[in-house]
């Protein structure tokens, strides 16, 4: 530290202790150069940032009897979170702590284009009225408040309790926080840049949210709670409803090549391949006792687009619930001899089965349809039945509402 002042006077000049950041330096020595020719003498950093101990307890000492604390703020300080000018403005902070509300001590002055707003400051310092002074250079209002300061005037910087001056648009609601600062990208610090931007965005979306009206932000609640209650008292086996699309390919192929209806070894052959294309055990043994028995679909003898329709439909079905339900469906390839709810649900019970699926293609007609049921063996109940127009079908999508009709069977 050194002093600059007036030579000799009758009396001691006041002392203003000027506090920077490095980056400062120019329109430090600036002030520091302006200051003596009003009857000021500064206290400024001469050596940087690299004194020592003795340095730095010369520093607190200057700070203790300083009469003036001059902080210059600007975009580098806003942009530093570390740095010795820090520590010094908590120092000049703690000893306003012990002084009178109305006793002018902090001097901040911006030194560019920063608003308050923007500014990484303690909140003592928004107490006080802020002079703007750019690059260091000399203007009227410093002039002005260094003569009423040397001469011992009350200076009219600081208003006794008064709230900081702040933009409109940056007046915030009681409680709510500031935009965090977006963060700078230092050279070799890509990475880290790229994780604070990440924390930015979550703080500054946070902190929009908290600015929205305390009714709108019960109502976001409330509604994430149903949504997450919803999602979690949601069947299983409508959770598994939806599959990759890769799984829909394969499912697809599969569908392409099978043809139970004219060959009854592809219905052995469907639930084998089934449990290899699908690692996680999806697929059944035909007449290994499940909860779902799935009957192949028939269609009438001599109609070969039914007889596609049926096989292609039956094959994405039983893969999907087969997927879906992580292989819990029995697969039989004994043909449904009557179509009547009675012998549907004893072949059910012949292979301790809960459910039954099973459905058929009806005659050639104008409005031919393939109808598929869901069937409860305990009383030959009809749990679900639909009927899909021949003309235009797509065993896919019928796949998948069957698929979500299935009743929850992973703990039977």
């Not at 006041?14 to 302006?34: C, H, K, N």
């Not at 700070?63 to 604390?69: A, G, K, P, V």
């Not at 500031?178 to 790229?194: I, L």
């Not at 192949?296 to 039914?306: E, K, V």
Request: glycine residues 6%.
């Amino acid at each position: 530290m050194s002093s600059t002042g007036p030579a000799d006077s009758p009396r001691s000049p006041l002392s203003v202790f000027l506090s920077y950041a490095s980056e400062d330096r120019p329109a430090a020595q600036a002030i520091r150069d302006t200051l003596p020719a009003f009857g000021l003498e500064v206290w400024y950093d001469e050596n940087g940032l690299d004194g020592g101990d003795v340095w730095d307890q010369k520093i607190r000492r200057q700070i203790r009897e300083c009469d003036f604390f001059m902080p210059l703020i600007s975009a580098h300080t806003a942009a530093r979170p570390e740095g010795y000018f820090r520590r010094e403005w908590r120092l000049a902070v703690e000893r306003t702590l012990d002084m009178a509300d109305d006793h002018t001590f902090l001097l901040p002055v911006v030194i560019d284009d920063t608003a308050q707003a923007a500014a990484r400051v303690p909140e003592k310092f928004l107490t006080v009225q802020w002079l703007r002074v750019p690059g260091g250079r000399p203007t009227a209002a410093l002039e002005a408040l260094c003569r009423r300061l040397a001469s011992g005037e009350p200076a009219a910087l600081q208003p006794a309790r008064k709230t900081p001056e702040r933009p409109a648009a940056a007046r915030l609601p009681p409680g709510a926080r500031e935009y965090p600062q977006f963060p700078r990208e230092e050279p070799g610090q890509r990475v880290r840049f790229w994780v604070q931007v990440v924390g930015w965005a979550f703080q500054s979306s946070w902190i929009f949210f908290r600015r929205f009206p305390r009714w709108v932000r019960i109502l976001v609640y409330i509604w994430l709670s149903v949504v997450l209650l919803s999602r979690g008292c949601m069947p299983s086996h409508e959770r598994s409803a939806r599959i990759s699309s890769i799984d829909a390919k394969k499912l697809s192929q599969i569908s392409e090549n099978y043809q139970g209806s004219l060959n009854k070894a592809d219905i052995g052959k469907l639930g084998a391949q089934i449990a290899r294309e699908f690692a996680d055990g999806a697929g059944s043994t035909p007449g290994e006792a499940q909860p779902l028995l799935a009957i192949p679909f028939r269609a009438p003898s001599g109609d070969p687009i039914a007889q596609k329709l049926a096989d292609s439909a039956f094959a994405q079905v039983y893969g999907r619930i087969a997927l879906s339900h992580h292989g819990r469906v029995a697969l039989t390839d004994e043909p449904l001899s009557s179509p009547e709810t009675a012998a549907v649900a004893e072949r059910g019970r012949a292979h301790h089965s809960k459910y039954v699926l099973y459905g058929a293609v009806d005659e050639p007609s104008p409005a031919q349809s393939l109808t598929v049921k869901m069937l409860a063996v305990a009383d030959g109940s009809v749990l679900w039945s639909e009927s899909y127009p021949v003309a235009g079908a797509d065993p896919a999508r019928i796949a998948a509402e069957v698929d979500s009709k299935v009743p929850r069977i992973e703990n039977d």
